[in-house]
């Protein structure tokens, strides 16, 4: 079945650090990928997608490209800041699949100044 | 827009009696949303998959007469903890999947509830 596999954290990084959260998945087909963001106490938001191989996501300085090749999907952010600390989730939904997501156990950013 | 709400935000009850949460789509239409349970510290599990007017569907594993679901409307499903329970005790997310548009194919999630059973 589908399945998502994260690196695992916390993740620790000073202030204005380059990010990189890596993410490899396993899927048949062509999935949609996602990373979502939960801060403490709340619900996860969408932090950006991508829906087929080379396209590239971004949003609020974050990035991260579907690599078929490498069914991966890093996230990257090139400065990070103390109001990205949170728990960052990679999910894919599988072609055909009826919308379900499939998670991964969430990698948390820590950082600090 | 594509903001979902849940309510309450966290609950506390007695065990043995039943707790509603309630999920609504405020800007969008979402024939379909999904319940999911959150344990400290780790990823989510898709608890069941709502359709409105028709019967939920649960994962394996989850008791459906314990997690009753109802989406009677496109905008609003919730989601009973029967006969609650200390082991219930989590935080309960949902999320709607818009009905129509571009936006399809993206889940869009409440802020979750946190529920504590005494």
């Known amino acids: 079945g589908d399945s998502v596999t994260q690196m695992e954290g916390p993740v620790t990084l000073s202030e204005e650090a380059f990010l990189t959260i890596n993410c490899t998945y396993t899927?048949?087909?062509?999935?949609?990928l996602f990373w979502y963001v939960q801060y403490p106490g709340e619900g996860l938001q969408l932090l950006l997608k991508?829906?087929?191989?080379?396209d590239k996501g971004s949003n609020k300085g974050f990035e991260a490209t579907y690599r078929k090749e490498t069914t991966s999907f890093h996230l990257e952010k090139g400065s990070v800041q103390v109001s990205d600390s949170a728990v960052y989730f990679c999910a894919l939904r599988g072609a055909g699949t009826a919308s379900k997501l499939t998670f991964g156990t969430g990698t948390r950013l820590q950082v600090t100044l | 827009g594509a903001v979902v709400s849940q309510h309450p935000s966290w609950v506390i009850c007695k065990s043995g009696t039943s707790v509603k949460i309630e999920c609504r789509s405020l800007?969008?239409?979402?024939?379909?949303m999904f319940w999911y349970r959150q344990f400290p510290k780790q990823s989510l599990m898709l608890m069941a998959t709502?359709?409105?007017?028709?019967?939920?569907?649960?994962e394996q594993g989850v008791e459906k007469d314990k997690f009753l679901i109802n989406h009677a409307s496109l905008t609003l499903s919730t989601l009973t903890v029967t006969s609650a329970h200390p082991e219930d005790s989590s935080f309960y997310i949902c999320s709607a999947e818009p009905t129509a548009g571009g936006a399809r194919e993206t889940q869009y999630f409440g802020p979750g509830t946190r529920l504590l059973v005494l």
């Open positions: 991508a829906t087929k191989a080379d």
């Open positions: 899927a048949t087909g062509y999935p949609s």
């Open positions: 709502s359709n409105e007017g028709s019967k939920a569907t649960y």
């Open positions: 800007d969008f239409q979402a024939t379909t």
